[in-house]
């Protein structure tokens, strides 16, 4: 990234936000966007700049919840810092762009950090109130028929040594593919029939629970969605002793929801599909086959898919 770009980057954040910049390096957080740290008089400051376009408006819409959240007394959260006209976000080059406290700090997810994390999580649950442009959760089958669509595209391109290899995994796994498919579409089916409960949800806890001096945090807030519990719940939901910590946790913050053993067995193969249709869009932009291979070689996702078979 040139020097021109990083100046006009620091005269846009000086005007727009009148803020005295002195230094601005890469953050390296998250993964949408461009992030940056930036040093300043009044102290320090985290920006991102969404260039993706499907991702903009969810960035975008996500910046009212945050300070909703955080006017609301959540104190975990950092902060969103509206531009001069009072502004939750800027646009620059084509990007949405938004600055937040800064958070020193790390990500650090184990299974003793879930008692922390899901009691922020129920403090979030409590302030669910509608009214936000937001997603709202749908029990369906869409990822899977998106992947599907990409991979009759990706059949389409001028062949590579690259498409070769992801056309291999993925035919080596068709019998697979087609099964969770036909699963998928039958928890959407079945938990299609209520679509009650649902609530503020975060998508990513573990993966953005921070810990700064002896206090947590959760960070990244560009997926907020009005859903069921389980879309938090399901990541660490295969394991018994997890959902009965969800659920204790529920009931000593006063929410009446338990975890629904088909609305789990739907977010594994949802998610399953989703991750799989992000890597194959990587691919087709970027060329990047590495992703997907490490999706399949790793592992990782087979016991989700175990899990979810056994329901």
């Known amino acids: ?22 230094t601005i390096t890469p953050a390296k957080r998250g993964y949408y966007g461009e992030t940056w740290k930036i040093e300043t008089v009044e102290g320090s400051y985290f920006v991102k700049l969404d260039y993706l376009a499907r991702h903009q408006k969810l960035f975008e819409n996500s910046l009212p919840v945050v300070d909703y959240l955080c006017s609301s007394g959540l104190d975990f959260i950092p902060k969103v810092i509206k531009t001069r006209t009072g502004e939750f976000h800027s646009i ?5 762009l938004a600055v937040f406290e800064w958070l020193d700090g790390e990500n650090i997810e184990t299974n003793e950090s879930k008692t922390f994390e899901y009691q922020l999580l129920n403090k979030l649950y409590r302030l669910t109130k509608p009214g936000f442009k937001l997603p709202v959760a749908v029990f369906s089958n869409d990822s899977e028929m998106r992947f599907y669509e990409n991979w009759h595209l990706l059949n389409e391109l001028s ?17 697979q593919l087609e099964e969770s498919a036909a699963r998928l579409l039958h928890f959407a ?6 679509q009650n409960d649902f609530y503020l949800t975060h998508g990513d806890a573990g993966g953005n629970f921070f810990v700064s001096d ?9 997926e907020v969605m009005y859903a069921p519990l389980e879309r938090e719940a399901w990541v660490m939901g295969i394991h018994e002793w997890a959902q009965k910590l969800f659920n204790d946790t529920l009931q000593e913050n006063g929410i009446k929801y338990r975890l629904c053993q088909n609305r789990l067995a739907f977010y594994c193969y949802h998610m399953f599909f989703h991750y ?4 194959m869009i990587d691919f087709m932009t970027h ?4 992703r997907i291979e490490q999706y399949f070689n790793d592992g990782w996702i087979e016991q989700y898919i175990e899990f979810a078979d056994g329901i």
């Not at 990234?1 to 936000?17: P, S, T, V």
């Not at 060329?287 to 590495?290: L, M, P």
């Open 159 to 175: 062949p590579t040594s690259d498409t070769k290899i992801v056309q291999s995994l993925l035919e080596g796994r068709r019998a």
């Open 214 to 222: 002896g206090k947590h945090y959760l960070v990244d807030w560009d």
């Open 1 to 22: 990234m040139g020097n021109d770009y990083i100046d006009q980057l620091k005269a846009f954040i000086k005007q727009e936000y009148l803020l005295d910049l002195r």
């Open 189 to 194: 089916t079945i938990c299609g029939n209520n």
């Open 276 to 279: 799989l249709n992000e890597f």
């Open 92 to 96: 620059f080059n084509n990007a949405v």
């Open 287 to 290: 060329g990047n086959s590495e």
